[in-house]
């Protein structure tokens, strides 16, 4: 346990001090951007994650939409912090007592204390207490979740996504901007009846060609629409290829929103992976998607949570959603 202490310490000992707050110059670490069921989440914590994440030599020069994203990142792990306390018990509640007590001695041996360490990053010592413990659980639940054998079972439920399965299919894409929700969500709507039209056509594979000429803004657009075979995301992006892994040959799939814009998709055919889980060289795509199931399926137990914010800057906008989509 000391030389996990010291390992915690040595983390924040090599990050860089900070020299404003970020949002607001009015704001203090001890003042709440939000909370959950009326329990507060300091802006303090943000500075941590913040400082953690890009070790920026000045919080302000992160952009806001940066430390919306961010913000909405914090609420999330307060819910399924929620559940893990609900989950461990007294328990859990020793171990991070322990955990805190640790860092806080070691931070004694080298002539420093928590408040000291939180004050150089612009945070309070409640606020570096409750990342400790959020530090703390999150890693035992891993520990205890994250086993050869629940990683075997995850990659058969999943086995279309990660035993090779590719698509061949084409698309209709809408370059949007994304600050403009009332045309995104038009937009949608004329997707969502387009897709209705064509595949009620007597060839909705011809008349998707037809509309992708027509409607698409992809460089694809002269081709029908045609993007090839698709295997990983990254092929098409992430919320694309989640739809084409839905949609059956011969179908069409979305719209579906990404980044880049609108989608709408045409499967014209797919070919099934033969790979096993004995066989995967590279698990690491496989544990990154198992840990972001079990932090969403954490965060879905508090669906009835009352979430309020309190720094209007900080409120991420409705297109981030703080409950995991379905």
């Known amino acids: 346990m000391k030389i996990v202490a010291r390992h915690l310490l040595i983390l924040f000992l090599a990050i860089p001090p900070l020299a404003q707050v970020h949002a607001d110059e009015k704001y203090t670490p001890e003042d709440p951007i939000a909370a959950v069921d009326g329990e507060a989440i300091f802006l303090g914590e943000l500075n941590l994650i913040l400082t953690e994440r890009f070790k920026p030599a000045d919080l302000r020069r992160v952009a806001m939409e940066v430390q919306q994203v961010t913000a909405a990142l914090l609420v999330r792990r307060h819910l399924a912090m929620k559940t893990l306390r609900s989950q461990g018990g007294e328990s859990l509640e020793a171990m991070i007592r322990r955990q805190i007590d640790g860092v806080a001695a070691e931070a004694s041996r080298r002539g420093s204390s928590l408040a000291e360490q939180a004050r150089l990053r612009m945070a309070d010592e409640n606020s570096l207490k409750a990342h400790l413990a959020w530090r703390t659980a999150w890693a035992q639940y891993l520990k205890s979740k994250l086993t050869e054998a629940n990683l075997r079972r995850f990659f058969e439920q999943r086995r279309i996504q990660y035993a090779g399965h590719r698509w061949e299919v084409s698309q209709i894409f809408l ?51 045609m993007v090839g075979w698709v295997k990983n995301d990254g092929d098409l992006p992430g919320s694309v290829m989640a739809v084409i892994r839905k949609t059956s040959d011969g179908k069409i799939g979305g719209p579906v929103r990404s980044p880049l814009g ?25 544990r990154r998607d198992a840990i972001d199931a079990l932090f969403s399926a954490l965060i879905n137990q508090q669906s009835e949570a009352n979430i309020q914010w309190f720094i209007p800057a900080l409120k991420p906008p409705s297109e981030v959603a703080i409950f995991p989509q379905p």
Request: net charge negative.
């Open 175 to 225: 370059k949007m901007d994304p600050t403009d929700t009332a045309a995104i969500a038009n937009a949608e709507q004329s997707l969502a009846d387009l897709a209705g039209e064509l595949s009620a056509a007597d060839d909705p594979e011809q008349a998707f060609a037809i509309a992708a000429q027509q409607h698409s803004d992809a460089g694809s657009a002269g081709n029908g629409g």
């Open 262 to 286: 609108l989608h709408l998709v045409y499967v014209h055919q797919s070919e099934p992976g033969e790979l096993e889980f004995e066989q995967m060289t590279d698990q690491t795509q496989l």
